[in-house]
């Protein structure tokens, strides 16, 4: 690793492998270059197609918030420290935040062929006839043991040793970002800080914000204010993705964010997306879109549902919510193509909304 540099290549280049020495490889580039690196710097041609893929599968997918870094760390091709890392995210660089997953800190070996059985060679005996083989004399007969042999051992007997409890498999928070260029890659979510303003970001309590997007603006005289919906969690490595939710209104008296909405305890999964939502029609007013969000949440009975929240003059109202199926846990390009073909679903009619339909079948008004 302390030696000099003798060439540098670029993603994607072929090279040719001349020598191998425990983890580093001899490899010679296509303007005939030779020198040593590192095996995991090395993608075999599979791993180059599959990092394809995966960048057009999340070409589209929707992004739950921007992310930066204050130092230099790895893209990995997949949720792994071990696997190879073909891209780096610079100081200060932003990226898109696309998904999520928890993965084990080292994976699993996997297991080896037992090494194949020894042959037994067969000695030829130098003479052609047989020995005689002499049987040994009996052995005396043993004798019977007690009929209480079974209480009598038990004296003394050590008590039985408590089974070893199961150690637990060190886990790993990874989140699945896509750059400018629109290359996408595992890093570890430690290593990212949302760049939500610091004048919001205060109020995260401790909890770590997962994502964070825009619903609207407000006009404060000169000064143009988002209105911003966040989502956190409050202990990493959990199977969902957040536990609460909350939208920051800017407050025109006083001059700050407040909070205009909040729900807690929740089992909440990405996406979160913004669009339009159906409010309901009131005595006042008639049924029509309005801006709003929609998330994923899982309740008791171990169904996941998406909510459709409408955000009409810094109020929220639950706008109805429609069940989605359970996506069980997907490999990494997997994962990215159900980010990818997220669509917002319609919501449900409310129950004044049947009862007008079902009048005006019955009635004709």
């Known amino acids: 690793m302390q030696s000099p540099v003798v060439a540098t290549v670029a993603h994607g280049e072929r090279l040719e492998i001349l020598q191998r020495r425990r983890r580093f490889v001899k490899v010679r580039t296509l303007r005939k270059a030779e020198g040593w690196t590192d095996e995991r710097l090395l993608l075999s041609p599979e791993e180059v197609a599959s990092l394809r893929r995966l960048s057009e599968q999340t070409h589209s997918a929707p992004s739950q918030g921007v992310a930066t870094t204050y130092e230099t760390i790895n893209i990995h091709t997949v949720p792994d420290r071990q696997s190879p890392s073909f891209l780096q995210v610079k100081e200060g660089e932003k990226v898109d935040v696309i998904g999520r997953r928890v993965a084990p800190r080292v994976a699993p070996a996997t297991p080896r062929p037992p090494p194949p059985a020894a042959k037994t060679r067969s000695k030829k005996s130098k003479d052609k006839k047989a020995k005689a083989v002499v049987p040994p004399p009996p052995l005396p007969a043993a004798p019977k043991p007690p009929r209480d042999w ?21 886990m790993d928070d990874w989140s699945l970002i896509r750059n400018a260029a629109g290359q996408s890659g595992w890093v570890l979510t430690r290593r990212l800080t949302m760049a939500i303003p610091d004048e919001v970001a205060q109020y995260a309590e401790g909890r770590r914000i997962t994502s964070y997007l825009p619903l609207g603006e407000t006009h404060d005289g000169k000064v143009v204010k988002p209105t911003w919906l966040w989502t956190t969690v409050e202990q990493g490595l959990q199977p969902y993705d957040f536990d609460s939710f909350r939208v920051f209104v800017w407050s025109l008296r006083h001059h700050r964010y407040e909070t205009g909405h909040i729900e807690r305890n929740l089992k909440g999964f990405f996406p979160v997306l913004t669009h339009p939502v159906l ?17 994923i949440i899982e309740k008791k009975d171990g169904n996941r549902y998406r909510r459709s929240y409408a955000f009409v003059e810094n109020r929220v109202r639950l706008s109805g ?45």
């Open 150 to 170: 079974i209480e009598l051992s038990k004296i003394g007997a050590a008590p039985a040793a408590a089974p070893a409890e199961a150690q637990p498999v060190p």
């Open 279 to 295: 409010l309901a029609k009131t005595r006042n007013s008639s049924a029509a879109k309005v801006p709003g969000f929609s998330i």
């Open 321 to 365: 919510e429609e069940r989605v199926e359970n996506a069980p846990a997907p490999s990494a390009p997997e994962a990215t193509r159900s980010l990818a073909d997220a669509t917002p679903p319609e919501p449900a009619p409310s129950m004044r909304e049947r009862i007008v339909d079902w009048r005006k079948r019955l009635f004709g008004r």
